[in-house]
């Protein structure tokens, strides 16, 4: 069965740093696209970062402002987001989510990680 496994998250004073990782647990034919999601309190989810495809660079959303980068491992099919320069508004649960192919043909499917808290506080 394939899994999204996420790790790192925790309590940070403000302008700290997190590293949060994501891992697919389970046999996979391959990955189309891979982020990052947080909610924040009383809010809906929001995109953090993606990267489409085997190549591209990664996609930030605007207030991310250059704290954050999104980095990959193709061999291990893990994926991670470096958190820089954290704010208390950036405390929220953050997921990992991919579209993945879990089978030989070209159909895909969404996953979603188990979620992570993120806390900027002093």
């Known amino acids: 069965q394939v899994q999204l496994v996420e790790s790192g998250g925790g309590l940070v004073q403000p302008g700290g740093s997190l590293r949060l990782s994501c891992a697919v647990s389970?046999?996979?034919?391959?990955?189309?696209?891979m982020g990052w999601y947080r909610q924040r309190p009383g809010k809906t989810r929001e995109l953090v970062a993606t990267?489409?495809?085997?190549?591209?660079?990664?996609n930030y959303a605007d207030f991310v402002g250059g704290r954050f980068t999104m980095s990959r491992d193709n061999a291990k099919n893990t994926w991670h987001l470096q958190m820089n320069s954290l704010k208390s508004e950036d405390t929220a649960v953050y997921y990992c989510?991919?579209?993945?192919?879990?089978?030989?043909?070209?159909?895909?499917?969404?996953?979603w990680g188990q979620g992570t808290q993120v806390t900027v506080s002093a």
């Open positions: 989510n991919a579209i993945l192919r879990p089978g030989p043909s070209t159909t895909t499917f969404r996953y």
């Open positions: 990267i489409v495809g085997g190549s591209s660079p990664p």
């Open positions: 389970g046999s996979i034919f391959g990955i189309n696209a």
